[in-house]
């Protein structure tokens, strides 16, 4: 198989850096699917307390055995994903009716998520059915997870909701 250019030259800076000790490996899995591709992330930086460490690639693991160092264009644009200035790094929110969407603070994002959720789980909580059977359920919330959740968040999320008495979820816990 031939190697691009590109990737010929990708690899020569890497090798360089690698030698003069400037180039962290981190075994990690793509998020993008059940899948489950191994990926390698290469950072920046020599671990030094002054310094940020920066992402500046990422590639299939070859000695991965699900994918063998291969990856989907997906899986492929991690990269992409990680360094963009268009990644959302802040809540917002879009008020009824509004069309555009705000910036909103941590702490105020979050007391509103527990307002909401209150007044929500308070107004549809069912205690029984029809037929009188307890059943403790609130059917006015669903939580849908995303494909980037790992393992622990999800089971924090099933917990949480569980709690709640929510019926209602998916997640990605299948990674
Ligand atoms: S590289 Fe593609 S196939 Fe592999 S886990 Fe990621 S999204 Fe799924």
Redesign the pocket.
Known sequence: MEISRRSQDTRCRLVGLDKIGLLTRLRS?????????GVIIYTLGDKAKNVTPQVIHVE?DPDHPI?RGT??P???SLEQDILNERRLLKPQVRRPGATDWQDISWDDALNEIARWVKKSRDDTFVEKDQQGRTVNRCEGVAFTGGCTDTNEFNYLVVKTMRSLGVCYLENQARV
């Open positions: 899995t793509c998020p993008y699917c059940s899948v489950s591709c299939g994918n990856l989907c997906k899986g492929a």
